[in-house]
């Protein structure tokens, strides 16, 4: 039964990211907004939506290394194996935006989590302060992007139908949510059987089946074309499991960090991660995340898996 629920977790997870970026998309559309904001605001939010019910449920069910563990190796996971994987298949555009603004916040939400993090536990305070940033990022996004963004773009596009658009909008977070249940009920489940620590089922299992939806999401708008909205996706997606998803779930219960490799090993891998990309992005050719660079992302991505799970 638990390896059925982890198959319809998986199928749910991928169905849901088609029907959202197809919302998405068109949400764009008659905002007027770009499809990179739209990227790393609603793909994003929707994204991690998982990452958030998960580590909710767990934190209030005293799971906490594994809330933990779920935030921590997904924002790897994406930068790493999914951005790494996506790379592979279809090249990255990457335009100035991204480099000069988007990082930059990505990995000072990062350096302030683990700040906060010091002291072995987030308080309600650190995490309110995490969800206020959180809204001031969203309204710094959509207004800077309705400023910048060109009428031209829109002009020839083709909308769906708002009852359309509504009906793959709500199709797509309920397939989320409900694949990222049951993909982790049935993945705990297994793990738990097999006698795994929590923190490595968190940065393991947990992580990259709520991940899943990025990496649907991230390989569909890329072969569509939509590489803003992918790569959007990805850095979007890593500030929002920090500032909505540990903010959030830090506004309703104290989140202390039971297990100091978290520290010691996990989030140095985070940031280092994170910081390879910034030379990968400045190097590259015509804009272009390439090949060969994703496939550095994805052997790092596996060299990190093997240490969680006690290989070296």
């Avoid at 991940?211 to 890593?238: H, M, R, V, W, Y």
């Amino acid at each position: 039964m638990d390896y059925l629920l982890v198959l319809g977790g998986v199928v749910l997870l991928l169905l849901g990211g088609d029907w959202l970026v197809k919302a998405s998309v068109d949400i764009a559309l008659r905002a007027k907004i770009s499809l990179l904001v739209v990227g790393m605001t609603v793909v994003s939010f929707a994204t991690s939506a998982p990452e958030l019910l998960v580590s909710l449920k767990d934190a209030i069910d005293g799971h906490v290394d594994i809330s933990f563990g779920n935030v921590i190796g997904s924002n790897i996971a994406n930068i790493a194996l999914i951005l790494g994987l996506t790379a592979m298949v279809f090249p990255m555009q990457v335009g100035r935006r991204t480099m000069r603004i988007d990082w930059g916040i990505m990995f000072f939400v990062s350096l302030l989590l683990f700040a906060f993090l010091w002291n072995e536990v987030l308080s309600f305070w650190e995490a309110l302060i995490l969800f206020l940033l959180l809204v001031l990022y969203n309204v710094f996004q959509i207004r800077s992007s309705r400023k910048e963004v060109k009428k031209a773009e829109y002009s020839e596009a083709k909308l769906l139908s708002i009852w359309k658009m509504l009906l793959f909008l709500g199709a797509g977070i309920a397939g989320l949510r409900y694949g990222a249940d049951f993909l982790v009920r049935g993945a705990v489940s297994i793990a738990t059987d097999w006698g795994i620590s929590e923190r490595v089922v968190g940065l393991t299992v947990v992580s990259i089946g709520t991940s899943l939806p990025e990496l649907a999401a991230s390989l569909i708008a890329s072969f569509k074309g939509e590489q803003d909205l992918s790569l959007g996706n990805l850095i979007g997606s890593n500030i929002f499991n920090i500032l909505a998803v540990l903010g959030i779930t830090g506004l309703i219960v104290d989140l202390p960090v039971k297990s100091s490799e978290l520290m010691t090993f996990d989030f140095p891998w985070l940031l280092g991660i994170s910081l390879i990309i910034l030379p990968f992005m400045l190097w590259m050719k015509r804009g272009v995340i390439s090949r060969w660079q994703g496939l550095i992302m994805f052997l790092l991505y596996i060299t990190y898996f093997l240490g969680v799970v006690g290989v070296y």
